[in-house]
């Protein structure tokens, strides 16, 4: 299966990268401290520990969840049956129940064994990342390793190890992961963005000579602003890019890759209902092509 989750992660990247001083301290010092700092990261469950117990979101209608309840109670009756894992852990994502979803991905790769592939690692390695609220922990790392010993190439894998790279201070590391991925796209991949936003920031702090191309979207100030933003006004602001998509793919269509990205990221916005929509619309632009 392909990872399944968008990557809106601009404002983790920024944080990351954007602290205060953070550009006055000499490339040196910054690497020796990232040593430090890489060996003393959180663990996942510690970081899943901090955060509020799960609630459905508001908008999810009764007949979703209880069909997600009657999916649990399936797989708690037959925890060795790999589809039902499989469904369970799109489901739990689908809710933004990360730390359910991580349980059940684990399950998957335990019931697939050695037939375990490159994105099943990778979409425990990005259920995890979500989890932690956007940090790529030991153990979502270790996923992501997996993933490519399986597939060396896997962009997926690659982005996320780039960005824990940045988030542990080595955008030396960092900025030839992105800029490879930069380099093959396409275009529509979901990563690009995040790159094309970052990637002059990143270059920077690693004190690389690097000028990124007129980017498409948010610029590297645009995001420094949002940064700054209310809670409530970064949420606006993101739903108004997606909002955007959603129009432009239901009025005039789209490729698929955009399709992909949208109903992705209306999962993440916990839009179920929206998210069904472009789903339905999608599978009726694209009748009679399997492919």
């Known amino acids: ?55 459905p979101p508001s908008d999810v209608d009764k007949i979703t969840l209880d069909i997600v309840e009657q999916l649990r109670a ?5 925890p060795e049956a790999l589809q039902g894992q499989i469904y369970l852990a799109q489901q739990e994502a689908n809710l933004g129940n990360y730390s359910a979803a991580r349980i059940a991905q684990d399950a998957v790769i335990h019931l697939k064994g050695a037939q375990a592939n490159a994105d099943d690692y ?16 030991p153990q979502a790392e270790a996923a992501f390793t997996e993933a490519l010993t399986r597939t060396p190439t896997h962009p997926a894998a690659r982005f996320y190890l780039g960005l824990m790279a940045a988030q542990v201070g080595r955008p030396d590391k960092t900025f030839p992961l992105w800029k490879a991925l930069l380099d093959e796209g396409p275009d ?20 690389i000579r690097y000028q990124a191309p007129q980017a498409k979207g948010p610029t590297t100030g645009d995001m420094a602003d949002a940064a700054q933003m209310s809670a ?57 092509q399997p492919g």
């Open 232 to 288: 409530e006004d970064r949420q606006t602001m993101i739903e108004g890019m997606v909002g955007g998509l959603e129009g432009r793919l239901l009025a005039d269509g789209g490729p698929i890759e955009d399709w992909t990205k949208l109903i992705n990221a209306l999962g993440v916005l916990n839009a179920p209902d929206r998210a069904k929509a472009a789903y339905a619309k999608a599978q009726a632009d694209f009748a009679g």
């Open 74 to 78: 399936a797989v708690a009756k037959n």
């Open 122 to 137: 990778a979409n425990l390695g990005v259920i995890m990342v979500y989890a932690a609220q956007g940090i790529v922990s």
């Open 188 to 207: 529509t991949a979901p990563w690009i963005p995040e790159i094309t936003q970052n990637l002059q920031q990143i270059a920077d702090a690693a004190g």
């Open 1 to 55: 299966s392909a990872v399944v989750l968008a990557v809106i992660l601009s404002g983790v990247i920024y944080l990351s990268l954007g602290a205060p001083g953070y550009p006055d301290l000499p490339i040196a010092e910054r690497i020796a401290n990232s040593d430090v700092e890489y060996q003393n990261r959180p663990s996942q469950d510690t970081l899943e520990a901090a955060l509020p117990a799960f609630t």
